[in-house]
C-alpha cells in the first residue's frame, strides 16, 4: 500500500533532550573508528579552536534516529518497517556539537513520492538546544521496497490463481 502523502509537512512532537557528554563522544567515536585527537582529548581540541572536544559528524544519529522512529512507528502513515531500508542520510551543522550540549529532535515529513514501484520518504530533523539554538539538521531518506514481485502484490495474487480448479 502506498504511502499517504497528507503527511508531507507533518511535524512530531520534539524527542527527549539528550545530554551530550564527552564520554558518549569517546565512546562513538571509538565505536565507529574514528579516533581524531578533536573527539578524544579536550586539549587537542582547543588547539583547533574548540571550547572542549567535539563529536564525530555522525553522532547527531543518536539524538535524529527517536526523531525518526516517531514517524516510522506511526501505523496511519502505512510504512512497512520490514520493507524500509535507509537509502540516505547527511547532516548540516551550524557548529559541532560538545559536552554540555542538551538536544532535542523535531522531524518534520518533508516529501513522499513513488518511484519504479517504491515509496520514499524524505525526513528532516532539526536538533535545537532548549533556548532554541539550531546546532544541525538532519535529512534522511527512507526507501520502502515495493512487492519483489507480482505474487506479492493484491492484483498478482489474484492473477497467480487464475485458472486453478
Known sequence: MPLDPSYVGRT???????EVG???????????GDL???YLDPEAAKALGHPDVIAPPTFPIIISLPAAQQVVADPALGLDWARVVHG???FVYERPMRPGDRISAVVRVDSIRSMSGNDMINLIAELRTPEGELVCTAYTLLVA?????????????????????
Open 22 to 32: 564527552r564520554e558518549k563522544i569517546r565512546e562513538f567515536a571509538k565505536a565507529v
Open 88 to 90: 540516505d542520510q547527511r
Open 36 to 38: 581524531h585527537p578533536a
Open 12 to 18: 512530531y512532537p520534539p524527542t527527549a533532550e539528550y
Open 145 to 165: 521496497r515495493g512487492p519483489d514481485d507480482e505474487s506479492e502484490s493484491p492484483s498478482g495474487a489474484a492473477a497467480a490463481g487464475a485458472g486453478e480448479d
